[in-house]
């Protein structure tokens, strides 16, 4: 069965510090990671997929098959960066029914 | 373009009632997901729809049921509403089998008493 940990439920950090949220996961398959965030009076959104290797807002996030994580990484964070950040796993890419962390609310310290 | 919408906003029902949920797709997408998310936890997937069928279910029970209309909106049916059905119920659509992703609506938040 696929599991989806985020070890951090609380994590603050100052302005301009480095921040990573982390992720780890179980699933014996060849899953799609995700990293979805939620600001303040926001809908659920998505940050970024693996698949994408792309950079949005200065995140990224690599996935280690062999450490089964996906951490996100921002080398430095910004106020705008407060929100909840959830990690979620495909069990195959374009499955589109997601398996959620239990969130990480990221808040940035002026 | 539209982003997916969902109604009520807010509901609260007594325990053994029956609520129905309802959520219209971004424009352009066929296929439905719904999650309920409990206070202080990540969503939970509870079923998929694709053209007007069901395609995959999580750990919910029968008494989780839905329907999709051939504009692609859908609906969430709770039988006999429990306690621990109080949650915030999410609609996301997408394209499936593509590179698009879900696009979530902002919740219907159901409180039973």
């Known amino acids: 069965a696929q599991r989806v940990t985020q070890p951090e439920k609380l994590l603050s950090v100052f302005k301009g510090a480095p921040v990573e949220l982390k992720c780890n996961y179980s699933?014996?398959?060849?899953?799609?990671l995700f990293w979805y965030v939620q600001y303040s009076r926001q809908r659920l959104q998505l940050l970024l997929r693996?698949?994408s290797r792309e950079s949005i807002k200065g995140f990224t996030a690599d996935l280690n098959k062999g450490e089964t994580s996906f951490h996100l990484k921002k080398p430095f964070a910004q106020e705008e960066d407060s929100a909840m950040y959830y990690c979620?796993?495909?069990?195959?890419?374009?499955?589109?029914?997601?398996?959620f962390g239990t969130g990480t609310r990221l808040t940035v310290i002026p | 373009e539209t982003g997916v919408t969902q109604s009520p906003t807010h509901l609260i029902k007594t325990r053994g009632q029956q609520v129905t949920l309802r959520c219209s797709s971004q424009?352009?997408?066929?296929?439905v997901s719904w999650y309920q998310q409990a206070l202080g936890q990540g969503p939970q997937f509870i079923f998929q729809?694709?053209?007007?069928?069901?395609?995959g279910r999580g750990n919910f029970p029968p008494r989780f049921s839905g329907l999709q209309f051939p504009n692609y909106s859908s609906e969430l049916n709770v039988n006999a509403l429990e306690l621990d059905d109080s949650a915030l119920y999410l609609c996301?659509?997408?394209?499936?089998?593509?590179?698009?992703?879900?696009?979530f609506g902002p919740g219907t938040r159901l409180t039973v008493l």
């Open positions: 693996h698949i």
């Open positions: 424009s352009g997408h066929n296929t």
């Open positions: 729809y694709y053209r007007e069928e069901e395609n």
């Open positions: 996301a659509s997408s394209v499936p089998q593509g590179i698009d992703t879900q696009y």
């Open positions: 979620a796993l495909s069990q195959e890419p374009g499955a589109n029914n997601l398996f």
């Open positions: 699933y014996s398959g060849s899953p799609e």
